[in-house]
């Protein structure tokens, strides 16, 4: 049974930095191209950041130099590094197996960025 399990969430204030991790399982988790996405209050999924089985990493353009996202195939852990937060990064953040479709998803961390 594959499972995504995300941890790191919490309020922060603007311009802070969180660190998101997500602990996988049940899955080759080196032989699978793993993403994050998340979902502000109101909205629908909107698609962060992701990263292949070579490392090779893509961003959405509201998070482009702010956040970076890594893998540590030996642990079987997906991370999300996020740098000057900002208030409409406030989301629910899932971890996701896979590129351009979600394969799998976790139950969410939960972001809060405020004052």
């Known amino acids: 049974e594959v499972q995504l399990v995300e941890s790191g969430g919490g309020l922060m204030q603007p311009g802070g930095s969180l660190r998101l991790s997500c602990a996988a399982s049940g899955f080759t988790f080196s032989s699978f191209p793993m993403s994050w996405v998340r979902q502000a209050p109101g909205k629908g999924l909107e698609w962060v950041s992701r990263?292949?089985?070579?490392?090779?990493?893509d961003y959405a353009d509201s998070v482009k130099g702010r956040f970076t996202i890594s893998r540590d195939n030996a642990e079987s852990t997906l991370y999300l590094q996020m740098n000057s937060l900002k208030p409409e990064d406030t989301a629910v953040y899932f971890c996701v197996r896979g590129w351009a479709t979600i394969l799998d998803r976790g139950q969410g961390t939960q972001v809060t960025v405020s004052s």
């Open positions: 990263i292949n089985v070579a490392d090779w990493t």
